[in-house]
């Protein structure tokens, strides 16, 4: 049974930081492109990141510069590291195995003075 549990989000201010995890299980990880989404209210679900087997990587133009994808095949997690958040990054973040129709559960970024 595939799993991903997401973790990371939370509150913060414009301007700071949270590194987003998401650990899987159920799965050959290091074989698959990993990707982190996010939908907010009355809004389509978007890509904002994505790494390949590999390690290479894909960003939205909205956040790139900003955001970093990363993998750590022993641990069988990916990670979404935030900064310079903005209150348009407030969204619920989900991630995804590419190509697959498994999503973890989402985890809340809210970005607010």
């Known amino acids: 049974q595939v799993q991903l549990v997401e973790s990371g989000g939370g509150l913060v201010q414009p301007g700071g930081s949270l590194r987003l995890s998401c650990a899987a299980s159920?799965?050959?990880?290091?074989?698959?492109?990993m990707g982190w989404y996010r939908q907010s209210p009355g809004k389509q679900r978007e890509l904002v990141a994505s790494i390949t087997n590999g390690g290479s990587t894909n960003y939205a133009d909205s956040v790139k510069g900003r955001f970093t994808i990363s993998r750590d095949n022993a641990k069988n997690t990916v990670y979404l590291q935030m900064n310079s958040l903005e209150p348009k990054d407030t969204a619920v973040y989900y991630c995804n195995v590419q190509l697959t129709n498994f999503w973890g559960q989402g985890t809340q970024v809210t970005v607010s003075s």
């Open positions: 159920g799965i050959k990880f290091s074989i698959y492109a």
